[in-house]
């Protein structure tokens, strides 16, 4: 095993310290969004009493999250991880206030000292640390989705800990092993996907011949020991046996093309890599054939896939928009994959011991290890599911890239390519989270200054600054937890995109009368929140982004036009019982 013994030079820390702040202090005036509202709800009932973080099952600590059947539950059966950065989010939160931007410096901190772990341990793995680092702080797989939620906070645990575990397997010392442990155990405290270290650090014990290693498991067994028993003195059950993993062999297929069109969706690997096995000669000219075919397969499956029609009606009748970014990200995404794993095999024969455990098998195993946990085990889909794949791919990217023709000026393209990408998603999803602040300000509060009684349908951001603005959130009986019942002349805010209960909320709800529609125009092209388009939850028919064109008619001199992101629906109840349409 090779070990980096030269000192690390000030200006290193210096770039990191910048390209961490440049990634994170443009957006952080950011509307709060999509699970930030979770968390900021258990944030609050961790300053009401620090020691019971999810609050027991009292009426008072219920939330309405995702509900189908439009019911609040208890913040210990909505929120799917322990609360370790919702303490911090807390601690700001009790000695600085709410504001937005005081809880996104928290998380530009987090991502610095990530910013700074992913640079020790890319200086352990690759020959240019400060272009992985920032391949990974810029790449639009992390950049766009920090917002208050757990990747940030997540990667710097995770990546600190394999910096002292390879320390700990190189030097055969304990003291690292146990440092590694420490911050395995935190990284399992702020997200249960952290349990993935655990093999891990396993595999590198083991393969490196460092058994002593093996001591970094107990930090993180007894923290999660310790967390479960104080799950089952609150709350009669440990948290994590509650919100276990999904096992459904019928999805792996789906999952699986999601996790390739997403992966073409957020990297820019794929020209990079074509070139690379160009130069490999005549063995590389056939493989990236080879890849070609293959991508061009994968990408009409999984358009027929999605369109769940025939192969002539999938051509002529899907939307045309949509369909053009299915075939773009799954081609882009299956020869980025299939190439990587090409010039890896390609590689690893072509060397004395082609099976040596060395740093590039790890890196393998690692990749390995989360593709399938995101094929088979996930809740549901999502980009940031796939931060910790896509790390490690840039680790052994950036090995695959030594010694190719014009290797600077590529690794200055990919990373030029992967950052304007990333904030051009950035943006979007910056000016969706912000329209929906504005929308839920400019419709509420006059009408709560004005002493209307005001509900909110809806979710995430939304509904919180609905909520702040002093609307009621509307579900089913909120006469159970003290909000009365919605009576004439009151108002419903309706966002339609983002409401998934049932809508009345129940048989007897009163009538209601559209007073106003409000398209939520967007001026940025690129959305990262549509029909059948979120960045955040992928399911199998999904993309992460999608630029919404959509047709304007052949009687208009402008063929196509973007897409309102969302339909405002205003109500007034005027009495009487009612049975409209769901949809609305």
């Given at each position: 095993?090779?070990?980096?013994?030269?000192?690390?030079?000030?200006?290193?820390y210096?770039?990191?310290l910048?390209?961490?702040f440049?990634?994170t202090?443009p957006?952080?005036n950011?509307?709060f969004?999509i699970d930030d509202?979770?968390?900021?709800?258990?944030?609050?009932?961790?300053?009401?009493?620090?020691?019971?973080?999810?609050?027991?099952?009292?009426?008072?600590n219920?939330?309405?999250?995702?509900?189908?059947?439009?019911?609040?539950?208890?913040?210990?059966?909505?929120?799917?991880?322990?609360?370790?950065?919702k303490?911090?989010?807390?601690?700001?939160?009790g000695?600085?206030?709410?504001?937005?931007?005081?809880l996104?410096?928290?998380?530009?901190?987090?991502?610095?000292?990530?910013?700074?772990?992913?640079?020790?341990?890319?200086?352990?793995?690759?020959?240019?640390?400060?272009?992985?680092t920032a391949?990974?702080?810029f790449?639009?797989?992390f950049?766009?989705?920090?917002n208050?939620?757990?990747e940030?906070?997540?990667?710097?645990?995770?990546s600190?800990?394999?910096?002292?575990a390879?320390?700990s397997?190189?030097t055969?010392?304990?003291?690292?092993?146990?440092?590694?442990?420490?911050?395995?155990?935190?990284?399992l405290?702020?997200?249960y996907?952290?349990?993935?270290?655990?093999p891990?650090?396993?595999?590198?014990a083991?393969?490196?011949?460092?058994?002593?290693?093996l001591?970094a498991?107990?930090?993180?067994v007894?923290m999660?020991?310790?967390?479960?028993?104080?799950?089952?003195?609150?709350?009669?059950?440990?948290?994590?046996s509650?919100?276990?993993?999904?096992?459904?062999?019928?999805?792996?297929?789906?999952?699986?093309?999601?996790?390739?069109?997403?992966?073409?969706?957020v990297?820019v690997?794929?020209?990079?890599?074509?070139?690379v096995?160009?130069?490999?000669?005549?063995?590389?000219?056939?493989?990236?054939v080879?890849?070609l075919?293959?991508?061009?397969?994968?990408?009409?499956?999984?358009?027929?896939y999605?369109?769940?029609e025939t192969?002539?009606?999938?051509?002529?009748?899907?939307?045309f928009?949509?369909?053009?970014?299915?075939?773009?990200?799954?081609?882009?995404?299956?020869?980025?994959?299939?190439?990587?794993a090409?010039?890896f095999?390609?590689?690893?024969?072509?060397?004395d011991?082609?099976?040596?455990?060395?740093?590039?098998?790890?890196l393998?195993?690692?990749?390995?290890?989360m593709?399938?946990?995101n094929?088979?085990?996930?809740?549901?889909?999502?980009?940031?599911?796939?931060?910790?794949?896509?790390?490690?791919l840039?680790?052994?990217?950036?090995?695959?890239?030594?010694?190719?023709?014009?290797?600077g000026?590529?690794?200055?393209?990919?990373?030029?390519?992967?950052?304007?990408?990333?904030?051009?998603?950035?943006i979007?999803?910056?000016?969706?989270?912000?329209?929906?602040?504005?929308?839920?300000?400019?419709t509420?509060?006059?009408?709560?200054?004005?002493?209307i009684?005001?509900?909110?349908?809806?979710?995430?951001?939304?509904?919180?600054y609905?909520?702040?603005?002093?609307a009621?959130?509307?579900?089913?009986h909120?006469?159970?937890?003290?909000l009365?019942?919605?009576?004439?002349?009151?108002?419903?805010?309706?966002?339609?995109?983002i409401?998934?209960?049932?809508?009345p909320?129940?048989?007897d709800?009163?009538?209601?009368?559209v007073?106003?529609?409000?398209?939520?125009q967007?001026?940025?092209?690129?959305?990262t929140?549509?029909?059948?388009v979120?960045?955040?939850?992928?399911?199998?028919y999904?993309?992460?982004?999608?630029?919404p064109?959509?047709?304007?008619g052949?009687?208009?001199?402008?063929?196509?036009?973007?897409?309102?992101?969302?339909?405002?629906?205003?109500?007034?109840i005027?009495?009487?019982?009612?049975?409209?349409?769901?949809?609305?």
């Amino acid at each position: 095993m090779s070990i980096p013994s030269a000192a690390i030079p000030r200006r290193d820390y210096l770039i990191v310290l910048c390209l961490a702040f440049a990634s994170t202090l443009p957006f952080l005036n950011k509307a709060f969004h999509i699970d930030d509202v979770l968390y900021l709800r258990v944030a609050g009932q961790i300053v009401k009493d620090p020691l019971d973080p999810f609050g027991g099952r009292s009426h008072d600590n219920r939330v309405l999250w995702d509900a189908k059947d439009g019911q609040p539950a208890t913040l210990f059966e909505i929120d799917y991880n322990p609360p370790l950065w919702k303490y911090v989010l807390a601690t700001i939160i009790g000695l600085f206030g709410i504001e937005e931007w005081k809880l996104h410096l928290a998380q530009s901190v987090a991502v610095c000292f990530a910013g700074f772990g992913l640079y020790h341990l890319s200086r352990r793995l690759t020959s240019h640390p400060l272009w992985a680092t920032a391949m990974i702080l810029f790449g639009p797989f992390f950049l766009p989705g920090q917002n208050l939620m757990l990747e940030g906070p997540l990667l710097c645990f995770w990546s600190w800990s394999l910096v002292f575990a390879w320390k700990s397997w190189d030097t055969d010392r304990l003291g690292p092993a146990w440092l590694a442990g420490l911050f395995a155990g935190l990284a399992l405290m702020t997200k249960y996907t952290a349990g993935l270290l655990w093999p891990l650090l396993v595999i590198g014990a083991l393969g490196f011949r460092r058994p002593r290693a093996l001591v970094a498991l107990i930090p993180p067994v007894l923290m999660l020991s310790a967390w479960s028993l104080h799950n089952i003195l609150f709350h009669g059950e440990p948290h994590l046996s509650s919100h276990g993993m999904v096992f459904r062999p019928e999805l792996w297929g789906p999952r699986l093309l999601v996790i390739l069109r997403s992966t073409g969706a957020v990297t820019v690997f794929g020209p990079v890599v074509a070139i690379v096995l160009v130069q490999r000669g005549r063995w590389g000219w056939l493989a990236l054939v080879g890849c070609l075919l293959a991508a061009g397969a994968a990408a009409w499956g999984d358009l027929l896939y999605v369109s769940r029609e025939t192969a002539r009606e999938a051509l002529f009748q899907i939307d045309f928009v949509k369909s053009v970014h299915v075939v773009l990200f799954t081609f882009h995404g299956v020869l980025s994959l299939l190439g990587i794993a090409v010039v890896f095999l390609g590689s690893r024969l072509g060397k004395d011991r082609p099976w040596r455990f060395d740093e590039e098998a790890f890196l393998s195993l690692w990749i390995l290890m989360m593709l399938l946990f995101n094929i088979t085990s996930v809740p549901f889909n999502a980009v940031r599911h796939l931060l910790l794949f896509f790390v490690p791919l840039v680790f052994l990217l950036a090995r695959l890239l030594e010694g190719m023709w014009a290797e600077g000026r590529w690794r200055l393209a990919l990373l030029s390519g992967s950052a304007l990408l990333a904030l051009a998603i950035a943006i979007g999803d910056a000016e969706i989270a912000g329209a929906y602040r504005r929308t839920a300000i400019d419709t509420v509060r006059p009408r709560t200054m004005a002493g209307i009684k005001t509900w909110a349908t809806g979710n995430w951001g939304f509904l919180y600054y609905s909520v702040r603005e002093g609307a009621n959130p509307l579900f089913a009986h909120p006469e159970e937890y003290g909000l009365g019942r919605p009576a004439p002349g009151d108002v419903v805010v309706h966002p339609r995109l983002i409401t998934w209960s049932i809508f009345p909320p129940s048989d007897d709800f009163p009538a209601l009368e559209v007073v106003e529609h409000r398209p939520l125009q967007l001026h940025w092209p690129l959305r990262t929140l549509f029909p059948a388009v979120n960045y955040y939850a992928i399911d199998t028919y999904a993309l992460p982004w999608q630029i919404p064109l959509v047709s304007t008619g052949p009687e208009e001199d402008v063929p196509f036009e973007f897409a309102p992101l969302d339909d405002i629906i205003i109500y007034s109840i005027r009495g009487g019982i009612i049975n409209i349409d769901n949809s609305q």
